[in-house]
Nanobody, 128 residues
Framework: QVQLVESGGGSVQSGGSLRLSCVVSGYTSSNYCMGWFRQAPGKERVGVAL???????KYANSVKRRFTISQDNAKNTLYLQMNNLKPEDTAMYYC??????????????????????WGQGTQVTVSS
C-alpha cells in the first residue's frame, strides 16, 4: 500500500516562508513523478511543482523563483520550500505520486500523468 502524509503547513504573513514535507511509504516505482498541488475553497485543484525520478523539475508560473521542490530518497520524503509567500498562495496543499512519468512530458493537470496516489493535504494560509 502506498501512503503519502503531508505536514508543515500553517499561517504566515505575506513575504514569509514555509517548508512542506511529504513522507512516502510503500512506493517502489523507479520511473515516477512526484508533485505538489493546491486547492483553494471553491476552486479547482491545480499543480504547483513537479519532480521526477531523474530530478528534473517543473513549476507553475505563479510560483517560479519562489518555490522549490526537492526530494530526499534516503528519507523517502518530498519537500516544497515556499518563500515570499503571497495571500494568493492560500490553499490546501497536497502531494501526489505517478508511475511511469517524466517531468518533461508531464502537465499540471492533477487528473493527468497518472497521479493516482494522494496525501491528505496540509493547509497553508497567508495573510496580507
Amino acid at each position: 500500500q502506498v501512503q503519502l502524509v503531508e505536514s508543515g503547513g500553517g499561517s504566515v504573513q505575506s513575504g514569509g516562508s514555509l517548508r512542506l514535507s511529504c513522507v512516502v511509504s510503500g512506493y517502489t516505482s523507479s520511473n515516477y513523478c512526484m508533485g505538489w498541488f493546491r486547492q483553494a475553497p471553491g476552486k479547482e485543484r491545480v499543480g504547483v511543482a513537479l519532480i521526477d525520478s531523474d530530478g528534473s523539475t517543473k513549476y507553475a508560473n505563479s510560483v517560479k523563483r519562489r518555490f522549490t521542490i526537492s526530494q530526499d530518497n534516503a528519507k523517502n520524503t518530498l519537500y516544497l520550500q515556499m518563500n515570499n509567500l503571497k495571500p494568493e498562495d492560500t490553499a490546501m496543499y497536497y502531494c501526489a505520486a505517478a508511475d511511469g512519468c517524466t517531468v518533461v512530458a508531464a502537465t499540471f493537470d492533477p487528473g493527468a500523468n497518472g497521479f493516482g496516489y494522494w496525501g491528505q493535504g496540509t493547509q497553508v494560509t497567508v495573510s496580507s
